[in-house]
Nanobody, 123 residues
Framework: VQLQASGGGLVQAGGSLRLSCAAS????????MGWFRQPTGKERGFVAA????????YYADSVKGRFTISSDNAKNTVYLQMNSLKPEDTAVYYC?????????????????WGQGTLVTVSS
């Protein structure tokens, strides 16, 4: 089972990036999916989550209105569209699959993790 995150890079403040998380080895259409991020020297924190088949979404307050999580079950892929990026969004972003089908902000509920993709936002 693998989650492959991609799409990170260097962008100026105010710019946009779209992260992708492709799952292989099994389907995650019955699992909630989430994105977390870890700035250098800090704890990994919740960013966004989506329920099975995209029925419900949750966002961290710091990204509400700027980030959008979505899923394409046919492609077994989850996306994170990030707009109006700020320097404080700089972090390694990780995608994860939860054990259950309901979106959750709790890191402990996520069992499968991708390798992370670095997002750097310059001022």
């Amino acid at each position: 089972v693998q989650l492959q995150a991609s799409g990170g890079g260097l962008v100026q403040a105010g710019g946009s990036l779209r992260l992708s998380c492709a799952a292989s080895g099994r389907t995650f259409s019955n699992n909630a999916m989430g994105w977390f991020r870890q700035p250098t020297g800090k704890e990994r924190g919740f960013v966004a989550a989506i329920s099975w088949r995209g029925g419900r979404t949750y966002y961290a307050d710091s990204v509400k209105g700027r980030f959008t999580i979505s899923s394409d079950n046919a492609k077994n892929t989850v996306y994170l569209q990030m707009n109006s990026l700020k320097p404080e969004d700089t972090a390694v972003y990780y995608c994860a699959a939860a054990l259950g089908s309901i979106a959750t902000t709790l890191r402990s509920e996520y069992r499968y993790w991708g390798q992370g993709t670095l997002v750097t936002v310059s001022s």
